[in-house]
Structures are given as structure tokens and as C-alpha cells.
């Protein structure tokens, strides 16, 4: 059983920065591609971001050069640095570990304008 703790959520103001994080409680986080998705008030839950065990990233289109996915396999954790944050950026934000049911409890993420 994985349990994923995520955390780094908040209110932030239109172009502002946020770090999300997500702890991974397995052992099998190093050989795991991890998601970040997202899913806004009324909208489907949408992906935002992955990586893979060594490090190959792939992005949602509206959040490259934006948003940057990195993980620390001592810490068993991965993390998104969401920069020039927008209001459509407004979600609450997912971990998961990819192809399986694992899912974080959410932290929500606030962007005003």
C-alpha cells in the first residue's frame, strides 16, 4: 500500500510562485513515473505534469516553461514549482504514481488576479 501526502498549496497573487510537494511512503517511489494533475471547480481532472525514473519530464502544453517537475528519490518526493501562476491555474492539485490507482488527498492551490 502507497500513501502519498501532498502539501505547498495556498492563496497566491496572479504571477506569483508556488512549490507543491508530494511524499511518497513506498518503496518503489525510485523506479515510479509520478504524476501531478489537477482538477478545477466544475472540470474534469486534467494532467499537468510527469516524470519518469530517470528523470524524463513531459508537461500540459499551458504550463511549460512555467511549471517544472523534479523529484528527490532520497527524500521520496516530487515536487512542481509552478511559476507565473495564473487564475486559470486555480485547482486542487494531485499526486499520483503513474498507471495505478495511488492518489494524494489533494492541496489546493489559489491564484488571484
Known amino acids: 500500500q502507497v500513501q502519498l501526502v501532498e502539501s505547498g498549496g495556498g492563496l497566491v497573487q496572479a504571477g506569483g510562485s508556488l512549490r507543491l510537494s508530494c511524499v511518497h511512503s513506498?518503496?518503489?517511489?525510485?523506479?515510479?513515473?509520478m504524476n501531478w494533475f489537477r482538477q478545477a471547480p466544475g472540470k474534469d481532472r486534467e494532467f499537468v505534469a510527469n516524470?519518469?525514473?530517470?528523470?524524463?519530464?513531459y508537461y500540459k502544453d499551458s504550463v511549460k516553461s512555467r511549471f517544472t517537475i523534479s523529484r528527490d528519490n532520497a527524500k521520496n518526493t516530487v515536487y512542481l514549482q509552478m511559476n507565473s501562476l495564473k487564475p486559470e491555474d486555480t485547482a486542487v492539485y494531485y499526486c499520483?504514481?503513474?498507471?495505478?490507482?495511488?492518489w494524494g488527498q489533494g492541496t489546493q492551490v489559489t491564484v488571484s488576479s
Open positions: 499520483n504514481v503513474g498507471a495505478t490507482a495511488y
Open positions: 516524470i519518469g525514473p530517470r528523470n524524463t519530464t
Open positions: 513506498g518503496r518503489t517511489f525510485s523506479t515510479s513515473t
